[in-house]
């Protein structure tokens, strides 16, 4: 067991998450047990209380409690990955080079751990994606764990740095796709709802929901940040159903599902935000049209655009529908090739 530490943080080790920094640090640390610290109080930077996703800054002292163990794990070793699950996430890589690698995430793997989760998720299986590097590729984002599509890793501290400023400087691009209940109206818009957690969830955050907030409200919510996302209707099944493309312009939790319930179209399988039934107290159908199609959310990280970093060439990367979706765009007569790739390209 280790005393009290204090750390503080160096030249070329700002601008990354208090947690990516912690686990570097003491690597025998787990996301939970670092989640915990924060919620307890225990871990502080400059004195104040922090969240795991708190950006550190060069000459920030970082207060860290008494470890179990100081020990760092074997570098060489790295945790074991089973060889099915190996398989199934060597299987999800959609395009990689020796900077960067994009997944398909499959739909129910979370992106990192939390309550409950164990091993079993992205950032867990990264020990089968070093492909002969001695590195662990670094999650540079996330996708929920019931959401599938494009996600990012980097296999340097450099490059995920540099993707993260990206994304915070929305200079990157994402389009999803979702299959929504009821048909918008108007066909393309931007909603602007502010959004602010629920009370109560679970240990790891897992039960959050978010309200959504009119524009006007915002400033006086505590708690509520401001969110944009813009749609358009790419087809629809009469004013059942139809198949939307999302641009998440600012990159809230839940924001894409919270909106398009706000909106009164709940995409189609979401309980958390749909409800179970076909209840909507807007114009939509509910979340669910009957059979296996309700039973997962439709939701898709369907394109990712990027400057690369390195070679500084813009990236256009794009992710094929899980199965669950294919079958129902199937279904529903709806076709992948028959829409535009950025349907908002004309507006901008």
């Not at 947690?19 to 915990?36: M, Y």
Request: aromatic share 4%.
């Amino acid at each position: 067991m280790s005393g009290v530490q204090t750390i503080r943080i160096g030249q070329d080790e700002g601008d990354q998450r208090l947690d990516r920094w912690l686990k570097k640090k003491f690597p025998q640390l787990t996301q939970g047990a670092v989640e915990k610290m924060c919620r307890t109080g225990q871990l502080r930077v400059d004195g104040g209380r922090v969240k795991a996703a708190t950006r550190l800054e060069e000459g920030q002292e970082v207060r860290i409690p008494p470890l179990p163990d100081d020990r760092p794990a074997p570098p060489a070793a790295g945790p074991r990955v089973a060889g099915s699950d190996a398989q199934m996430i060597q299987a999800a890589v959609l395009w990689k080079d020796e900077h960067i690698i994009a997944l398909n995430k499959p739909p129910g793997l979370p992106s990192q751990g939390g309550s409950g989760q164990g091993s079993r998720h992205v950032d867990g299986l990264t020990p089968a994606l070093m492909f002969g590097y001695k590195d662990r590729p670094k999650l540079v984002h996330r996708l929920d764990k019931d959401t599938s599509g494009i996600l990012l890793l980097a296999r340097t501290d450099r490059v995920a740095r540099a993707l993260s400023e990206a994304f915070r400087n929305r200079t990157t691009r994402k389009i999803y796709w979702a299959a929504v209940a009821g048909t918008p109206n108007p066909r393309m818009g931007t909603i602007r709802y502010g959004l602010v957690k629920a009370p109560g969830h679970g240990r790891g955050g897992e039960g959050e929901k978010m309200m959504a907030i009119h524009p006007r409200d915002i400033d006086a919510t505590e708690g509520a940040k401001r969110a944009t996302t813009d749609y358009a209707v790419l087809d629809a099944l009469g004013t059942r159903a139809s198949w939307c493309a999302l641009v998440p312009i600012t990159g809230r939790t839940h924001q894409l599902r919270a909106h398009m319930a706000e909106l009164g179209h709940p995409i189609v399988g979401d309980g958390k935000y749909g409800g179970s039934g076909q209840e909507n107290l807007g114009d939509g159908w509910g979340a669910q049209l009957g059979g296996e199609i309700s039973r997962k959310l439709h939701l898709h990280a369907r394109s990712l655009s990027f400057d690369h970093p390195i070679t500084k060439k813009r990236i256009t990367l794009t992710a094929p529908l899980p199965d669950h979706m294919a079958r129902t765009w199937k279904t529903l007569g709806w076709h992948e090739n028959d829409v535009p790739a950025d349907p908002f390209a004309d507006d901008e």
